[in-house]
Antibody
Framework: EVQLVQSGAEVKKSGESLKISCKVS????????IGWVRQMPGRGLELMGI????????RYSPSFQGHVTISADKSISTAYLQWSSLKASDTAMYYC????????????WGQGTLVTVSS | QSALTQPASVSGSPGQSITISCTGT?????????VSWYQQHPGKAPKLMIF???NRPSGVSFRFSGSKSDNTASLTISGLQAEDEADYYC???????????FGGGTKLTLL
């Protein structure tokens, strides 16, 4: 069974750093892309970027380039999304999701990680 | 402002059919058959309902169907049921960023 299990909710202050995780199971981690999607409170979905763990090919949406870092640890089948300096506007739910190719839709999703940043 | 345009809300009665539109441009919907639709219930993760314009993943009801004409894609839900009440998002591959873009979402309400 394919599963993506994300780390728990975080409450941080502006300026702090954060790294959230997405541990996968039930498929070969290095053979599928992983995407990270932001959903701000009461708002829609935004694709932040995608990563291919097999060769670490990483692509960011223009709005998120330079603001976050997507990475992975193949040895533990886990993908990460990190910030070096959080802002209040980073408050959102963040989802990881699997995609078979770089242009495929996201077919399996994690449960989401709520990040709350106070100013 | 989202890259793809969807109506904010649609409504229908149980048993009826509804259609949700998703309008893009020649840089996304109009040029690629990589249009997907996701369903999201409150507090839940999105679920893939349609991919590549009109294909249903295994396990998705045949009541959900997709189509595309020029720069506009559509999701049709027939025989509306209570559990269909949710938010629906379209997405499309775009040449502008080589990733995908989403619509703003449509809230489906059952009357």
């Amino acid at each position: 069974e394919v599963q993506l299990v994300q780390s728990g909710a975080e409450v941080k202050k502006s300026g702090e750093s954060l790294k959230i995780s997405c541990k996968v199971s039930g498929y070969t981690f290095t053979s599928y892309w992983i995407g990270w999607v932001r959903q701000m409170p009461g708002r829609g979905l935004e694709l932040m970027g995608i990563l291919y763990p097999g060769d670490s090919d990483t692509r960011y949406s223009p709005s998120f380039q330079g603001h976050v870092t997507i990475s992975a640890d193949k040895s533990i089948s886990t993908a990460y999304l990190q910030w070096s300096s959080l802002k209040a506007s980073d408050t959102a739910m963040y989802y990881c999701a699997r995609r078979p190719t770089s242009v495929s839709p996201m077919d399996y999703w994690g449960q989401g990680t709520l990040v709350t940043v106070s100013s | 402002q989202s890259a793809l345009t969807q109506p904010a809300s649609v409504s229908g009665s149980p048993g009826q059919s509804i259609t949700i539109s998703c309008t893009g441009t020649s840089s996304d919907v109009g040029s690629y058959n990589y249009v997907s639709w996701y369903q999201q219930h409150p507090g839940k993760a999105p679920k893939l309902m349609i991919f590549d314009v009109s294909n249903r993943p295994s396990g998705v009801s045949f009541r959900f169907s997709g189509s595309k004409s020029d720069n506009t894609a559509s999701l049709t839900i027939s025989g509306l049921q209570a559990e269909d009440e949710a938010d629906y998002y379209c997405s499309s591959y775009t040449s502008r960023s080589t990733l995908e873009v989403f619509g703003g979402g449509t809230k489906l309400t059952l009357l």
